[in-house]
């Protein structure tokens, strides 16, 4: 009997080990191992964006900061063409500055700010809840910003290795020249290799 429960300890412990083998695996090393839902709902496989230059933007639309929009806006329009995506994730989490469902966030920031570039569906940025996706970058250390997401348009700029490159605070506009010439540093470093 003694040797059967040894026998049973034994295989449970290797059970463990290799599902905590598996779970290490599957801990994201970089951007591209995520997948996200767009404003419409559907899967987004942010692999997709290999070899881009990415800027993640928390927002929301009842805030100081949202005609950050329009600066972003701008942003896209004249750095699509090299290989720029911008991606806002719509949260509520400061002030309660983001109390619109999905198609009423898309409305808003198509009619008020023209927004063309794509957005994802509302959800937590900060806290216990907060999305996997920003989970990770905010776990990420880079420019001497790190912890936790304090405010909306915060910004995450990504290489085309899908490593966090730099981060913004809310303070920094679209248009700052430190923000530019971060992105204009990945778009040499592109073209040299």
Same mark, same amino acid.
């Given at each position: 009997?003694?040797?059967?429960?040894?026998?049973?300890?034994?295989?449970?412990?290797?059970?463990?080990?290799?599902?905590?083998?598996?779970?290490?695996?599957? !801990?994201?090393?970089?951007?591209?191992? =995520?997948?996200? *839902?767009?404003?419409? $709902? %559907?899967?987004?496989?942010?692999? +997709?964006?290999?070899?881009?230059?990415?800027?993640?933007?928390?927002?929301?639309?009842?805030?100081?900061?949202?005609?950050?929009?329009?600066?972003?806006?701008?942003?896209?329009?004249?750095?699509?063409? !090299?290989?720029?995506?911008?991606?806002? =994730?719509?949260? *509520?989490?400061?002030? $309660? %500055?983001?109390?619109?469902?999905? +198609?009423?966030?898309?409305?808003?920031?198509?009619?008020?700010?023209?927004?063309?570039?794509?957005?994802?569906?509302?959800?937590?940025?900060?806290?216990?809840?907060?999305?996997?996706?920003?989970?990770?970058?905010?776990?990420?250390?880079?420019?001497?910003?790190?912890?936790?997401?304090?405010?909306?348009?915060?910004?995450?700029?990504?290489?085309?290795?899908?490593?966090?490159?730099?981060?913004?605070?809310?303070?920094?506009?679209?248009?700052?020249?430190?923000?530019?010439?971060?992105?204009?540093?990945?778009?040499?470093?592109?073209?040299?290799?």
């Amino acid at each position: 009997m003694k040797s059967h429960r040894f026998c049973w300890q034994g295989l449970l412990g290797s059970i463990v080990l290799l599902m905590s083998a598996a779970t290490a695996e599957a !801990k994201p090393k970089s951007f591209y191992d =995520f997948k996200v *839902n767009s404003i419409e $709902g %559907q899967v987004v496989d942010l692999s +997709q964006m290999k070899g881009k230059t990415v800027l993640v933007v928390n927002t929301a639309s009842r805030c100081g900061y949202t005609p950050q929009y329009q600066g972003l806006q701008k942003l896209y329009s004249k750095y699509q063409n !090299k290989g720029l995506v911008i991606l806002g =994730f719509p949260s *509520n989490d400061f002030g $309660g %500055q983001e109390p619109g469902k999905n +198609q009423e966030i898309k409305r808003f920031c198509a009619l008020n700010y023209g927004v063309q570039f794509p957005m994802f569906e509302k959800g937590p940025v900060s806290g216990a809840n907060a999305q996997a996706l920003f989970r990770w970058l905010t776990s990420q250390r880079a420019s001497g910003v790190e912890g936790e997401v304090l405010w909306n348009f915060e910004k995450f700029l990504i290489n085309s290795d899908g490593k966090l490159e730099k981060r913004f605070r809310s303070e920094v506009a679209p248009e700052d020249s430190g923000l530019l010439s971060a992105i204009e540093i990945q778009f040499s470093k592109k073209s040299n290799h």
